[in-house]
């Protein structure tokens, strides 16, 4: 995205990005919130960074691949398209990317609930204590 708009490289090589990912921007957020968790074994702000999680990485997710449906549907029935990134086409480098960064906050989802499940069962031991 940043490539876009800082014209690193030349608009014929890079595609200005789609408004699905500003949004997707503030997916640190949930990245920073789990750091931030980590010293004190700070159970509210895991929880608050899988939420978030779900706000800001994964409906922007879902809601391009719904935006850069048609376009895909184009180039698989008719083998055109219009924008291009890095010399490809720009829905399909888009899609792979999509599956990639689904998986990795697919992960981040279940090691973060795992770790809340292992922080909660420690916190409630030392409670009984």
Do not use: C
């Not at 998986?103 to 909660?120: C, E, I, M």
Request: glycine share 4%.
């Amino acid at each position: 995205m940043s490539v876009g708009h800082l014209r690193l490289l030349s608009h014929d090589q890079v595609a200005m990005p789609y408004q699905w990912e500003y949004p997707y921007l503030l997916s640190i957020v949930p990245s920073l919130l789990g750091l931030l968790s980590f010293p004190r074994n700070n159970i509210s702000y895991l929880v608050l960074s899988m939420i978030s999680m779900g706000l800001f990485s994964i409906a922007p997710l879902i809601y391009g691949s719904m935006e850069m449906f048609p376009a895909a549907q184009q180039l698989y029935r008719h083998g055109k398209a219009y924008r291009f990134l890095f010399g490809f086409s720009a829905v399909s480098v888009m899609y792979l990317v999509l599956v990639l960064v689904v998986q990795v906050h697919a992960w981040q989802l279940y090691y973060s609930k795992k770790l809340l499940d292992s922080w909660f069962t420690s916190t409630q031991e030392k409670k009984r204590k």
